[in-house]
Nanobody
Framework: QVHPVESGGGSVQAGGSLRLSCTAS????????LGWFRQPPGKEREFVAV????????YYADSVRGRFTISRDNAKNTVFLQMSSLKQEDTAIYYC?????????????????WGQGTQVTVSS
C-alpha cells in the first residue's frame, strides 16, 4: 500500500508557475504508476498527467501538454507536477493517486490510492 500526501498548492496569477509534490509512504512506492488528477469547481474529476513506475513514460491531458511536467524520484517516494503558464481554467483541487501495474492509465477507476488533494487557484 501507499498513502499519498500532496503539497505545494496555492494561489497564483495567470501566467505564473507552481510545483506540486506528492510524497507517498509505503515500501512499494516504485511498484506504482503515479498520476495527477484535478477537479475544477462544479465539474467532474479529470486526468492531468501520469508517470510510469520507472519514470520513463509520461502522458498528459491535451489541456496541459506543453505547460505541465510530471516527474518522480523513487528514492524519495515523491512525484512532482511542475505547472507553468497557468490559466484560470487550471483552478481546481489537484489529487495525487497511485495505480498498480506496468502500464500507466488515465482512468481514475484504475487508481487504488488517493491523496486528500491540494487547492490551486489561478487568478487573472
Amino acid at each position: 500500500q501507499v498513502h499519498p500526501v500532496e503539497s505545494g498548492g496555492g494561489s497564483v496569477q495567470a501566467g505564473g508557475s507552481l510545483r506540486l509534490s506528492c510524497t507517498a509512504s509505503g515500501r512499494t512506492f516504485s511498484d506504482y504508476a503515479l498520476g495527477w488528477f484535478r477537479q475544477p469547481p462544479g465539474k467532474e474529476r479529470e486526468f492531468v498527467a501520469v508517470v510510469s513506475w520507472s519514470g520513463r513514460a509520461t502522458y498528459y491531458a491535451d489541456s496541459v501538454r506543453g505547460r505541465f511536467t510530471i516527474s518522480r524520484d523513487n528514492a524519495k517516494n515523491t512525484v512532482f507536477l511542475q505547472m507553468s503558464s497557468l490559466k484560470q481554467e487550471d483552478t481546481a483541487i489537484y489529487y495525487c493517486a497511485a495505480q498498480p501495474g506496468l502500464v500507466p492509465r488515465t482512468d481514475p477507476k484504475e487508481y487504488d490510492y488517493w491523496g486528500q488533494g491540494t487547492q490551486v487557484t489561478v487568478s487573472s
